[in-house]
């Protein structure tokens, strides 16, 4: 198995066809439907169910079409980090950042648009995602750091405080009782349906609030993305619980943020896996966003 093997792998997945894959690599047919074959035969499983017009992936090709795509996202980087130090003097690489859905993605972008301005030639990955999703990345390799919502599992990755707080509150539609409201009490929440986070410890927490407010907390669903709740709460499905920054960087005209009072806050942190040092720019990113988290 080689990287070369491993792109051919990936443009059949994205075409679905080996015709149109072989076009695209520049290959012939027999030679790229070969290497697929040979792929298949020492991986010991097929990874394609094949047709007369295309193909598509088995269990087995799904599961490692993933594995594939990180492998060549690190041997890119790898690359790019050798040429970058045969060039003297210009920081040059990719940072590969997992950001949730949040205000912490107006103080990030700050920080990277006065960086590149000293560094033009580092380039920004930036995948916006859930907590769970940015910390199975960094476990992966492919992400460098990321910026999550608290609580987090501290003692798992290296964590400073990134200094960005949101206040909770419910996302309500036009047809909610709670739509004219300039704010609500967790007693009022709790006798609409509602629409949770996903991610459990998040869960557990938001649950929590509840415990000693009289009635039954009633569910109506789980979303891992703000915006996936929208059209919930369109529907009359329920209130979305959530922070205020998810909205603000998708807002819906059907939709308002109605903050719970009293107040409830959440922070942020940054976090990077805590063994090794990072590729040369984002190790150096991270030193720039540490002094900016107070480097604690």
Not at 27 to 37: D, E, K, M, N, Y
Not at 55 to 77: H, P, S, W, Y
Not at 98 to 125: D, Q, T, Y
Not at 232 to 255: D, K, N, Q, T, Y
Request: aromatic share 6%; proline share 5%.
């Amino acid at each position: 198995m080689n990287l070369r093997v491993l792109k051919s792998f990936l443009m059949v997945c994205r075409t679905g066809n080996i015709t149109r894959a072989s076009e695209l690599l520049h290959l012939s047919q027999p030679a790229l439907s070969r290497q697929i074959q040979e792929l298949e035969e020492e991986l010991g499983a097929p990874l394609f169910l094949r047709s007369r017009r295309q193909v598509t992936l088995t269990e087995g090709g799904l599961l490692f079409q993933k594995r594939a795509a990180a492998i060549l996202a690190l041997a890119e980087d790898a690359a790019a980090e050798v040429r970058q130090a045969l060039r003297s003097g210009e920081l040059a690489g990719r940072v590969r950042i997992g950001v949730v859905e949040s205000n912490a993605m107006k103080v990030l972008a700050r920080e990277i648009g006065r960086w590149r301005a000293e560094h033009p030639r580092v380039e920004f990955e930036i995948l916006s995602a859930t907590s769970d999703s940015i910390s199975s990345g960094l476990d992966r390799g492919t992400l460098d750091m990321g910026v999550v919502i608290e609580p987090v599992e501290v003692a798992k990755y290296e964590s400073l405080v990134f200094p960005v707080t949101e206040r909770w509150g419910a996302l309500v539609g036009k047809a909610s009782a709670l739509w004219e409201l300039d704010s609500v009490s967790l007693a009022e929440l709790k006798a609409q349906p509602l629409i949770l986070p996903y991610r459990s410890i998040v869960d557990d927490a938001v649950s929590g609030w509840f415990e000693n407010v009289p009635g039954t907390l009633r569910t109506a669903g789980r979303v891992s993305l703000v915006s996936n709740a929208f059209p919930l709460i369109e529907a009359g499905i329920g209130a979305a619980v959530c922070i205020e920054g998810a909205f603000a960087i998708r807002p819906s005209p059907e939709c308002r943020f109605v903050p719970i009072e009293p107040e409830i806050r959440t922070g942020h942190r940054l976090i990077r896996r805590r063994q090794g040092r990072l590729a040369r720019a984002p190790e150096l990113f991270w030193n720039e966003l540490s002094a900016l988290c107070g480097g604690a």
